[in-house]
């Protein structure tokens, strides 16, 4: 029996190696999302394809990503195929690899931004809460 694609799983592990939190996604995707709706929709074995899009472009990542990976087949293809340090060697000591490590770096400075941009806002968000409650008790 041939096991299916789990989407909302395969958002998640992107997600995670992007080192993107629920919160920031939700915060991405609109003011109707929040870290629970993320939670949630991560548990769906299938997502609406103009969802997937949406989370596509915020990640970067294509849709196809999403629908078609699946982590066995993949480790498995891996362990299978290359050695020790074969797969590391393939990637970045051969000229003609398709696997471009400055993309991966660039990709993963966007992010590193994103983040900090997101720390700040929570933080000031967390300034603003307490000087609203300050002003309330007054």
């Not at 196809?64 to 340090?85: L, R």
């Amino acid at each position: 029996m041939e096991q299916k694609i789990h989407q909302g799983r395969n958002v998640k592990r992107f997600r995670e190696m992007l080192n993107i939190k629920q919160e920031a996604l939700a915060y991405d995707l609109g003011e109707e999302w929040s870290q629970k709706k993320i939670s949630i929709l991560e548990q769906k074995e299938v997502i609406e394809e103009s969802l997937l899009k949406q989370i596509s472009t915020i990640l970067k990542i294509p849709v196809e990503a999403f629908q078609n990976f699946d982590e066995e087949k993949a480790v498995s293809f891996i362990s299978n195929t290359f050695g020790d340090h074969a797969f590391s060697n393939a990637c970045v000591g051969n000229p003609n690899s398709t696997f471009n490590i400055n993309t991966v770096e660039e990709i993963k400075k966007l992010h590193e931004e994103k983040i900090a941009l997101y720390e700040r806002m929570l933080k000031e968000k967390e300034e603003m809460m307490i000087r609203l409650e300050k002003l309330i008790n007054k």
